[in-house]
């Protein structure tokens, strides 16, 4: 991570204060997804449905809960936030950018020959980013790892990992909600972007979930459930986590692949299709309305 030189003003230990709330969080929201849109477009890749579905999480997220100095995103004590559906980083990308991680301009080198914005996160490329993401996976069992370091340095981390529904398809996430439950790992949270979507067809087709919270709690989890595009909802709930104070939390939001845009939402081959001028037009007139 390239770091100024401000970024190496000593911090307190243990003091570092939740970030300022973010303004009308709807409109925030709107804008990401049309900055997603544009880039996309411009840059031809794919994974917009993805991107959209978790736009308001991150919103929520980034609303006062995640606590980070931005004068110094290196710090020890800050929180972890994990992407670990990393084909959805556009939409990390431009909300670290709203966040004031690192200039919005820098938006445009996305997936440009030598950018730092790959088409999946790479740590110490850009501040924000905590991970190395693309191979799904992983990201809970780092998380894990994160959170269970922090409880034996005794520091205030937590660690929070976003996932996508398929990818609890994947036996390595099942090994960390096993290993995490055991620990009783409190300072972790996992979020499901539960959009009932992945890769090759609606997720109940390809490999049914269900009874996915009793899953959870079987491994001695605590679980809620929420509205994944509800703001005030959300960041109602980041208030009262951890859940129990003995066992680590899972949020299963329920989203809609494609949210924001009528001929995006519900359909899963958004998984994949890049948009087109139509797309483009067609989605901001939607997005601006």
Known sequence: MK???????????????QSAPL??????????RRDILEISYRARTGHVGSAFSIVDILVALYNGFLRFPLERPDHPDRDRFLLSKGHAVLALYVALAHRGFFRKEKLNEFVQDGSELAGHPEIQCVPGVEISSGSLGHGLSLGAGMAFAARLDKRPTRAVVLLSDGECNEGSIWEAIHFAGHHKLANLTAIV?????????PTKDVLDLEPFADKWQSFGWAVAQVDGHDHQKMT??????????????????????????SFM??????????????????????LNA
């Open 236 to 261: 109602a709930l980041f208030k009262t986590l951890p859940l129990e104070k003995d066992k680590p939390t899972v949020i299963i939001a329920h989203t809609v692949m494609g949210k924001g845009v």
């Open 3 to 17: 770091i100024s030189q401000r970024s190496q003003l000593p911090l307190k230990r243990g003091s570092l204060p």
């Open 265 to 286: 939402e519900g359909d899963w081959t958004w998984h994949y299709h890049t948009p087109t001028e139509q797309h483009l037009n067609k989605g901001l007139e939607e």
């Open 23 to 32: 303004k009308n969080l709807p409109e925030v929201a709107t804008q990401i």
């Open 193 to 201: 972007d539960y959009n009932k979507s992945q890769a090759l067809g």
